[in-house]
C-alpha cells in the first residue's frame, strides 16, 4: 500500500496524518507540515490547495524538516502520488525556444547541469517521452522544483514554472 505521513512537527513529532492517495487540500489534517515519512511511493507536495503554488517530489525516505525537501516553508496544502514511475524507460526532449522550437536535447538520464551539459540555461519548451521527472531551478537539484510527467509542455508555464530557467532536472525512479 502506498503511504506518506505529515508531522506538524519536526522530526516527525506532533500531530500526523496518514495519507495513500491524491489530495487537493490537507488544510483540515493539519496546519504545518516540519516532517514527513515517505514509506512507499513518489509524492509531489504542493505548498497550496488544489496542487498550486511550489512543488516539492518526495521518494521514499525520511524527512525530518522541511529543509530537507528544500522546502521554502512549513506549508504543504495538497499532495498527489506520481504514478509513472515504474520500469527502466527515460527520455525527455528540451527544446530552447516555446512551441518546441530552436534547438533540441534529447536525454534519458539525470543531468547535474543544463548550461554545462548543453550549452543553454533556458528551456522554453519539452516533450516527456517516458517516465516523470523533475526539473530543478539551479544545478545540482536545488531550487524550486517541477514535477513533469508523460506529455507535451509547449511553454515553461505548462509545468508551473515562472521563467524559463532550468538547472538540472532527474528522472524520478521508485527505490
Known amino acids: 500500500m502506498l503511504k506518506i505521513i505529515f508531522y506538524e512537527e ?3 513529532q506532533g500531530r500526523c496524518y496518514e495519507c495513500n492517495s491524491d489530495c487537493p487540500d490537507l488544510h483540515s489534517y493539519f496546519s504545518r507540515c516540519n516532517s514527513i515519512r515517505v514509506e512507499s511511493g513518489s509524492w509531489v507536495l504542493y505548498e ?3 496542487y498550486m503554488g511550489y512543488q516539492y517530489v518526495l521518494t521514499p525516505g525520511e524527512y525530518t524538516d522541511h529543509q530537507q525537501w528544500m522546502g521554502f516553508s512549513d506549508s504543504i496544502k495538497s499532495c498527489r502520488l506520481i504514478k509513472n514511475v515504474y520500469g527502466n524507460v527515460y527520455k525527455i526532449r528540451l527544446y530552447e525556444r516555446p512551441d518546441f522550437g530552436g534547438q533540441m536535447v ?7 547541469s543544463v548550461q ?3 550549452k543553454f540555461r533556458e528551456v522554453h519548451s519539452c516533450i516527456v517521452l517516458d517516465g516523470a521527472w523533475v526539473f530543478f531551478e539551479l544545478p545540482n537539484y536545488r531550487g524550486r522544483q517541477y514535477f513533469l510527467e508523460r506529455g507535451e509542455y ?3 508555464t505548462d509545468w508551473g ?4 530557467t532550468v538547472g538540472s532536472f532527474r528522472r524520478i525512479t521508485e527505490f
Open 116 to 118: 554545462d551539459s548543453f
Open 154 to 156: 509547449r511553454q515553461y
Open 48 to 50: 497550496r490547495p488544489n
Open 10 to 12: 519536526k522530526n516527525f
Open 106 to 112: 534529447e536525454h534519458s538520464d539525470d543531468c547535474l
Open 161 to 164: 514554472a515562472t521563467s524559463p
